[in-house]
């Protein structure tokens, strides 16, 4: 499962040296801060427009400003502002992640995995880039063996982590491992009980091996907190059938 994008982003956030004449520290901050994506914006635009700042300062500016259009949604401003970072810094690691994400949620795997591989090329001890690609692979059911290695190493870094936890149950899912899978998501569940990916993916793992009425508590409860969880898994390849238990089963 993916972290917010901010996760993989946090060392970016502080990339903004002090203030060079007629320039505003507020704005330096303001451009790197995460909660307001509308005064990150503003903020990070001034910083662009100050003929002052360096190289690796506007590099920093137009991935943050980057992540801030993500966060509203705007994808083709997002990448273009991403392009622009690796542009001028191309050893900016978070700037390929946040463009990695993007490609993700448009689509193009290709462009994802390139991105996420760079990242982790240029910080191979984040977590969140291994897992990122590991979640971009499973969801695509391709490579299903590196998006499990990529799980592993993200654990060994971040252990006990739910999200990395709930992407390697959905590898173990994809590979048909399902006595792995449903332990995986076990571990998600007790770590973040109420996440509905973790309980719909677990109730799926369940369901094929033989499971139903564990799988129906699982599908049930994943539905009630997310309605529409079960459209994401089609989304994904995954079908859920309406299972009904008779009384022999209860």
């Known amino acids: 499962m993916r972290r917010s994008i901010f996760g993989g982003a946090t060392s970016l956030l502080l990339l903004l040296s002090a203030p060079g004449p007629g320039a505003s520290q507020d704005d330096d901050a303001d451009c790197a801060q995460q909660d307001d994506p509308d005064r990150s914006i503003a903020s990070c635009t001034r910083v662009l427009n100050n003929v002052n700042k360096n190289a690796h300062d506007r590099a920093a500016a137009y991935s943050n400003r980057g992540l801030a259009w993500h966060n509203k949604h705007k994808r083709i401003r997002a990448l273009a502002d991403h392009s622009e970072a690796v542009g001028l810094n191309p050893k900016l690691a978070p700037a390929y992640y946040g463009r990695g994400v993007v490609w ?34 499973a969801v695509a059911d391709r490579d299903l063996q590196l998006a499990l290695a990529d799980c592993t190493e993200a654990l060994r870094l971040e252990p006990n982590d739910a999200n990395m936890l709930d992407s390697r149950g959905f590898v173990y899912l994809r590979l048909g491992r399902l006595a792995e899978a449903v332990a995986e998501y076990d571990a998600a569940l007790k770590i973040n009980p109420d996440e509905a990916q973790s309980l719909f993916g677990r109730g799926i793992a369940k369901l094929r091996s033989g499971d139903r009425i564990g799988a129906g508590a699982d599908l049930a ?11 994401k898994f089609f989304r994904y390849g995954v079908f859920s059938p309406l299972i009904t238990i008779t009384e022999s089963e209860r």
């Open 104 to 137: 993700s949620e448009e689509g193009d795997v290709e462009r994802a995995i390139a991105d996420y591989t760079e990242a982790i090329r240029l910080q191979p001890n984040n977590a969140t880039y291994y897992n990122e690609r590991c979640w971009a692979l």
């Open 221 to 231: 409860a994943a539905k009630a907190i997310k309605p529409r969880i079960a459209e």
